[in-house]
């Protein structure tokens, strides 16, 4: 089990973080292409790890409008092992070529609004976003049965981890109510993870806007509580 601390788009904050990383000397993280992170900024995000003399990711987000061409990047320069993306209906990744020659490192994620079923088996299985799995839980929705007869026959390749509010709040982006939230602000937000131990795969990567010194707080606490 590998925990990696991560870069993300959905707030503007990335450089700082990659600042973080290069005071804190932590050569190793995760990104996380989405909202924010256009090709403008991806080409950006990868010159300032180049200066920070970070070498080493080993998994990414990526976006919708990420082709094949950037995927090879990633993997050449910065030695990335595994992907993601979303379902298709949910801006899942749209140049045809990446699939067909990347299938067995890039797998589907569980977003909130899941369809998966149909497109499971072209990938090397499920991105287990386990903050949203048990925001369909408490919410009592249809996908948190379906992800959980995903995870019987397709594996688990990695984990994104965010945190579960004890109370539910309204998402400053989809404006929908929710528990899962991008920010955590207690470590025992992350106690939900141990109910899905069974599933836990060999990377488990934050999905968190919080800073890179508080991941390195929770990653101990990950650690942890999932040994």
């Not at 569980?110 to 088996?121: A, P, S, V």
């Not at 959980?148 to 539910?168: F, M, N, P, Q, T």
Request: aromatic fraction near 12%.
């Amino acid at each position: 089990m590998k925990v990696l601390v991560s870069v993300v788009t959905t707030d503007k904050n990335y450089f700082k973080k990659i600042e973080e990383l290069k005071k804190l000397k932590v050569k190793e993280l995760a990104l996380f292409f989405t909202l924010f992170g256009k090709k403008s900024v991806r080409s950006k995000i990868y010159q300032a790890l180049i200066e920070a003399k970070i070498k080493n990711v080993p998994f990414v987000h990526l976006r919708d409008d990420i082709k094949l061409e950037e995927i090879e990047y990633l993997i050449k320069n910065f030695k990335t092992k595994l992907f993601n993306s979303h379902p298709k209906c949910d801006y899942g990744i749209k140049d045809k070529r990446v699939l067909k020659k990347y299938k067995d490192v890039i797998y589907l994620e569980n977003t909130n609004q899941f369809h998966m079923k149909n497109e499971i088996h072209d990938y090397a299985g499920i991105c287990l976003d386990v903050a949203h799995l048990e925001n369909a839980r408490k919410f009592n929705k249809k996908s948190y049965e379906r992800v959980c007869e995903i995870l019987k026959d397709y594996k688990c390749g990695v984990w994104h981890v965010s945190a579960i509010r004890k109370k539910i709040y309204r998402c400053p982006y989809s404006k929908v109510l929710r528990y899962d939230d991008h920010k955590f602000h207690s470590l025992r937000e992350f106690d939900y993870l141990k109910k899905y131990r069974k599933h836990l795969s060999k990377y488990i990567v934050f999905e968190v806007e919080n800073s890179i010194e508080d991941q390195l707080r929770a990653k101990k606490y990950l650690e942890k509580i999932l040994k």
